[in-house]
């Protein structure tokens, strides 16, 4: 047994590796446990959240040089500027505790590593800069830059001025059914893409493009935002198969760089939980304790609105607020910077919201209010408090901590099954959030809702749930005194689940399985009733193609290379058609399911032959579909296979920009992959960048909920990010095939399957 002495654990730890590279951490307390993971998540992938706390904290020109000082600066902007030791103050003391742990375990990782150069992960020695030491107060005090639906707001607001607002609804249509309102007081007209400021990723410029978040833009299409997202069913023992419930989830997130996911499982005195961690971020994402199942989805809440502020003439440091003048609170940070002078940041706040532009030719500036600035809004510490939970009861409480929008799935071995969306919701009095707002005060929030009054079922009778992300308020819920969002993910994903889910009386954890690597396109549903019954003669092989087809996205089909190529033809060409030219500039792509709905039934919007115009459409991204088919595919049919261009290639974030990154890190590829962004085994892409898989399911689980040693789990391309380790891509043939792995929990299934153990002892 491997024997290791570090400072910040208060008691010997017992980390026991099963045949999976899964560590089982047994502490004696839940400190301890916390330590464990912190410890060892950066032993498996310290340049990943170092690099993510690096970002936040605003410390990347530091190590980078002078060209990351503005994405610093807007880093700096969303730092909580309030009373941190208050903030600590008021969370549970049982888990600023476990946070405490997770700390000291990052920690005494990097003082590890101080003292043995050798086993620093290899980005280190050839970018040269040291991995950073964590503080607690850091979780506080990072909020993350995030624009929200700020965007949104910009571009309504400069459709309305044109008077094209009717054009938002094929981009974006609102759910549930909602009409526009402007605010009164706000001029449209005076709206600029400026007025992002800070927000906007073009001005915070970086060389490391992917070191960036995903963002919208000329090559990143406002869709697919809503490509994003995750599946998640619970099934209750009166549906299931096995007599207990079921609980699958499967969060569809980037694939292509870091795994976003980290496997652990932690035991202490009244504590036991399993599953799938962010790294950085304490605590189990997904998984189960030996009480319950917990999954989560996102649910779409509405947390930013753009305010614009009077500024006074000849003092930019004043704004007009409730009928005076008011002070901006002004904060000054000094930024280090690798090879220059250090620089100041100067940051602006109008009662705690981050002003993010300012235009003194206009006395105008705009602030962001975001509910991740609000006091309270620890997000990095209600993982652990779910973790922490025993119940449906003692979780109510852990949801109060939690802010980001969350469908949180849950299901416990006394047969209980329920659903809740969590997240800080703003109470809007006066406007919907669609639009920016004045900030004069008359539409400030006014709190939050409450999780009690947030939707959610217990026990329902169908005997099970779902979400994926579509628009899933109950048909009674007040959506009108409480606004929560009108923008969702198209249903697709949603619809397919619900299709087998109901037509399954006794549901199976292989079924779950199948399920989560289900194909079945609705869209190809759609496309196939809108063939047409004598196509041109550049359409007919398509056609003929698509009508054998049963509408499946495997890996090895022709027809689904040949319809995901019409589908882009299609959807450019009814861009074309149907988006006013006036607006074509700010509606850079329609929604799917909008589309779709237009084709089925054609209107004016098409021309004064609606149905003639639609036929015309389909048959001419038919002809360009087989054509571009041809292009990539080859002149022989026979051989297309939508798998040869929808490959899972996996690479070093920095590999393209860095030689020596690329050489030491080298790429996983190869891997041939079915699905598309709307069925539900997710495997979505940017059509402008290709068809390589950038976003999906890279990890999976199934729990059986009470017999918990059959779970079933998943994670691409493995544990460990560093290329020396035999955990960098062992999973990775695995996920491709689909081939689900056993979760074991029990003791005995966890010392039966022991390939190693390790022992942590206090350093004195």
């Not at 249509?173 to 007025?195: C, H, I, K, N």
């Not at 549901?507 to 194909?519: F, G, K, Y």
């Not at 974030?653 to 069925?679: M, Q, W």
């Not at 035999?726 to 996920?735: E, G, I």
Request: proline letters at 7%; charged letters at 25%.
């Amino acid at each position: 047994m491997k024997r290791i002495a570090l400072e910040g654990a208060r008691a010997p730890i017992e980390i026991v590796e099963d045949e999976l590279g899964v560590p089982h951490v047994r502490a004696a307390s839940k400190h301890d446990a916390f330590f464990a993971q912190g410890y060892l998540v950066a032993r498996d992938r310290l340049f990943q959240l170092d690099i993510d706390h690096r970002r936040e904290m605003g410390r990347m020109a530091e190590a980078f040089g002078p060209a990351f000082v503005a994405a610093d600066r807007a880093a700096r902007l969303f730092h909580y500027r309030g009373d941190i030791d208050a903030e600590l103050a008021a969370l549970p003391a049982e888990v600023l505790e476990c946070a405490r742990g997770y700390v000291a375990g990052v920690n005494a990782r990097v003082d590890e590593l101080a003292d043995n150069p050798a086993d620093m992960p290899l980005e280190y020695g050839i970018l040269g800069f040291e991995p950073l030491r964590w503080d607690i107060r850091d979780l506080v005090k990072r909020r993350g830059v995030g624009m929200g639906d700020a965007d949104d707001e910009v571009r309504r607001a400069q459709l309305q001025a044109r008077g094209l607002i009717d054009a938002e609804q094929l981009m974006m249509p609102l759910r549930p059914a909602w009409s526009f309102s402007v605010p009164d007081g706000l001029d449209v007209a005076a709206v600029r893409d400026a007025d992002l400021g800070m927000l906007d990723p073009a001005n915070r410029p970086m060389p490391y493009d992917s070191l960036e978040e995903p963002r919208t833009g000329p090559d990143q299409p406002e869709g697919d935002r809503f490509a994003l997202g995750s599946n998640a069913w619970t099934i209750a023992a009166s549906r299931s198969a096995t007599g207990r419930p079921i609980l699958a989830n499967d969060p569809h997130l980037g694939i292509g760089g870091a795994s976003p996911r980290h496997m652990i499982h932690l035991t202490a005195p009244g504590l036991d939980v399993m599953g799938a961690g962010a790294p950085g971020l304490p605590g189990i994402m997904q998984g189960h304790t030996d009480r319950f199942a917990f999954g989560r989805t996102n649910f779409h809440i509405d947390q930013t609105d753009l305010f614009v502020l009077k500024t006074r003439e000849g003092n930019g440091d004043q704004y007009w607020h409730k009928g005076k003048w008011r002070a901006f609170e002004i904060f000054e940070d000094e930024i280090a910077v690798k090879g220059a002078a250090p620089e100041r940041g100067r940051f602006r706040y109008a009662d705690g919201r981050p002003v993010v532009s300012q235009d003194p030719s206009r006395n105008r500036a705009v602030a962001l209010a975001t509910v991740s600035m609000l006091p309270g809004a620890n997000q990095r510490f209600a993982i652990i408090a779910i973790n922490l939970a025993k119940d449906w009861a003692t979780l109510q409480e852990a949801f109060k901590l939690h802010v980001s929008p969350t469908n949180l799935h849950y299901a416990d071995i006394n047969g209980n099954t329920g659903w809740q969306t969590i997240g800080f919701t703003p109470r809007r009095s006066k406007h919907d959030g669609l639009f920016p707002a004045p900030g004069d005060g008359d539409y400030d929030w006014t709190g939050l809702i409450p999780v009690k009054d947030m939707p959610s079922v217990y026990n329902p009778r169908e005997g099970w749930f779902a979400s994926a992300n579509e628009m899933n308020l109950p048909a009674d819920y007040p959506y009108r005194e409480r606004i929560i969002s009108f923008t969702w993910s198209d249903p697709f994903r949603y619809n397919r689940v619900a299709e087998v889910l109901r037509s399954q009386p006794k549901h199976r954890i292989e079924d779950s399985i199948a399920l989560q690597h289900d194909v079945q396109s609705l869209p190809a549903r759609a496309l196939l009733q809108l063939l047409p019954a004598n196509p041109s003669p550049a359409a007919a092989a398509a056609t003929a193609m698509l009508r054998r087809w049963d509408c499946g996205i495997e890996a090895d089909s022709a027809a689904a290379l040949l319809f995901e190529m019409v589908m882009v033809a299609l959807s450019a060409s009814f861009r074309e058609r149907i988006v006013p030219a006036a607006a074509l500039d700010l509606i850079p792509t329609v929604n799917l399911s909008e589309m779709l709905r237009i084709l089925a039934a054609p209107d004016q919007r098409l021309g004064d032959d609606p149905a003639a115009a639609r036929d015309a459409l389909v048959d001419g991204a038919l002809a360009a579909g087989w054509a571009k088919a041809v292009e990539l595919g080859g002149n022989d049919p026979a051989k297309w296979q939508w798998g040869n261009l929808h490959r899972v290639n996996i690479a070093h974030p920095l590999a393209s920009v860095n030689k020596a990154i690329a050489a030491a890190f080298p790429k996983i590829e190869g891997g041939r992959s079915g699905g598309d962004g709307t069925t539900p085994m997710a495997r979505g892409f940017n059509s402008r960048r290709g068809f390589q898989v950038s976003h999906g399911a890279s990890f999976l689980f199934v729990a059986d909920v009470g017999a918990w040693d059959n779970s079933r789990y998943l994670l691409l391309p493995g544990q460990s990010a560093d290329p020396r380790s035999p955990r960098y891509r062992d999973f990775y043939p695995k996920w491709l095939a689909g081939a689900m792995q056993p979760m074991w929990f029990s003791k005995a299934a966890v010392d039966r399957h022991a390939v190693s153990r390790m022992a942590i002892t206090p350093k004195l």
